[in-house]
């Protein structure tokens, strides 16, 4: 069975860091997309940063410069280090990613648990 496991969330003061990762478990052929989203309270989920079919890393406007995604293909890990945090980066952080399960399948969506990240002011 598939799965995202989160970590890396918490409490922080604005101005402040926290890294997230997430790492892919269980028994899979291969991985296409990883990336992270984010969802605040009232709000709809949003793509946070991640890499597109092309290769190039995309990051939401709000977070340019300030945040930074990563990916090891060889772990099946995606990391985000978030930098000089801000109120309104608070959310719940999801891990994405595009997986195909077993050879011949179709590429599958999963989600992780999200973890909570709250920047106090």
């Known amino acids: 069975q598939v799965q995202l496991v989160e970590s890396g969330g918490g409490l922080v003061q604005a101005g402040g860091s926290l890294r997230l990762s997430c790492a892919a478990s269980?028994?899979?052929?291969?991985?296409?997309?990883m990336n992270w989203y984010r969802q605040a309270p009232g709000k709809q989920r949003e793509l946070v940063a991640g890499?597109?079919?092309?290769?190039?890393?995309t990051y939401a406007d709000s977070v340019k410069g300030r945040f930074t995604f990563s990916r090891d293909n060889a772990k099946n890990t995606v990391s985000l280090q978030m930098n000089s945090l801000k109120p309104e980066d608070t959310a719940v952080y999801y891990c994405?990613?595009?997986?195909?399960?077993?050879?011949?399948?179709?590429?599958?969506?999963?989600w992780g648990q999200g973890t909570q990240v709250t920047v106090s002011s």
């Open positions: 994405y990613a595009e997986i195909m399960p077993r050879a011949g399948e179709l590429m599958y969506r999963y």
């Open positions: 269980g028994s899979f052929v291969s991985i296409n997309a």
């Open positions: 890499v597109t079919r092309g290769g190039t890393t």
